[in-house]
């Protein structure tokens, strides 16, 4: 379960270019729930993940994972717990190593070590079984690196990294925006399924209105630091993608034209 307790983010504090990018944000998510959030551009989401991962510390408040105080811990001592997919299709992966050394690391993840991992022949194996689910013919690569792979690929093959530390919680940071609509969709549906396999708490930040409402229990709005709208069940599945853009026009903010692009 992942828990904030009025967390608040302050960057350039006391300085001309203050800027307050979360503030007081109570939050909980349990486990196996998948949130959604949206927003306008500089509502707080991706400061928000960032809080969430350990890539910023709140200038005051807590976060806390499965009841434990994670709000000083960094990003790395946070990573057998939590599962980040970025935007950029490149950066959950090391694009000059193979795809068996990228999976290897990625099993590694949160354990000290200095050395890539030794590649067995049975864990090679599990490596093409694994890959085999993806449909992408990815089994047959696995000495490729992976700057090889395209945008669509990588980022599957960055989803099912995700998932082989079995992390209590996946953090989705526009993982989407990136690909074409075929890919999203394939994407997307290797996003849910890796969901209910892990059972973890997940939270995507997305531009789309209608991935927002149509994946996931409970959708979050976001606007000037803080969560001004939060509905789940019959009332997230009667939302429509015009709605929710005039939930956030009456906010007073504006929906990027990415958002009325994607719908």
Known sequence: MLRLDGVRLVHNPGTPTEVVALDHVDLEIPAGQFVTVVGSNGAGKS???????????????????DGRDVTRLPDHARAAAVARVFDDPLAGTAPELSLADNLALAGARGRRRRLLPAITRGRR???????????????????DPVALLSAGQRQSVTMLMAGLRQPRLLLLDEHLAALDPRTRDRVLDLTVRTHQRLGCASLMITHSM??????????????????????????????????????????????????????
């Open 47 to 65: 400061s928000l993940v960032g809080v969430v991962a350990g890539a910023h510390r709140p200038s005051r408040g807590r976060v806390l994972l």
């Open 125 to 143: 194996a599990a490596m093409r079984d694994d890959l085999a689910m993806l449909g992408l013919g990815l089994e047959r690569r696995l000495a």
């Open 210 to 263: 209608r991935h927002a409402i149509e994946v996931g229990d409970r959708l979050l709005v976001m606007a000037r630091g803080g969560v001004v709208y939060d509905v789940a069940g019959q009332r997230k599945a009667a939302l429509t993608p015009a709605g929710l853009v005039d939930i956030i026009s009456g906010l007073g903010d504006a929906p990027s034209d990415r958002q009325l692009l994607a719908g």
